[in-house]
């Protein structure tokens, strides 16, 4: 099957910057979307980006402008920059993968990694 797993979380001041990265693992063909979404206590999952295997992206208005979602296909990793964050972006991060197990029709499959913790101070 397909492993995901993420690092780069951890504890940053209110303007600081953090790293996410998301490796996938596995009997991969292809991956065709990956992406990050977080979820806050008591809050419903949200997206925060998402990048297509052609590079195409698509971020949340709340990052939009802080945050760069970006990938290296060779490598199946999804990268998730946050710059100026802010207390309200503390969450659990979830990274998100959309893999092609097979190249042949059916053959896609949603994946999610275990979560990683972000907590931004004020």
């Known amino acids: 099957q397909v492993q995901l797993v993420e690092s780069g979380g951890g504890l940053v001041q209110a303007g600081g910057s953090l790293r996410l990265s998301c490796a996938a693992s596995?009997?991969?063909?292809?991956?065709?979307?990956m992406g990050w979404y977080r979820q806050a206590p008591g809050k419903q999952r949200e997206l925060v980006a998402t990048i297509t295997s052609g590079g195409i992206t698509n971020y949340a208005d709340s990052v939009k402008g802080r945050f760069t979602i970006s990938r290296d296909n060779a490598k199946n990793t999804v990268y998730l920059q946050m710059n100026s964050l802010k207390p309200d972006d503390t969450s659990v991060y979830y990274c998100?993968?959309?893999?092609?197990?097979?190249?042949?029709?059916?053959?896609?499959?949603?994946?999610w990694g275990q979560g990683t913790q972000v907590t931004v101070s004020s």
């Open positions: 596995g009997s991969i063909f292809s991956i065709n979307v």
């Open positions: 998100r993968a959309v893999v092609d197990l097979s190249g042949r029709a059916y053959s896609l499959r949603n994946y």
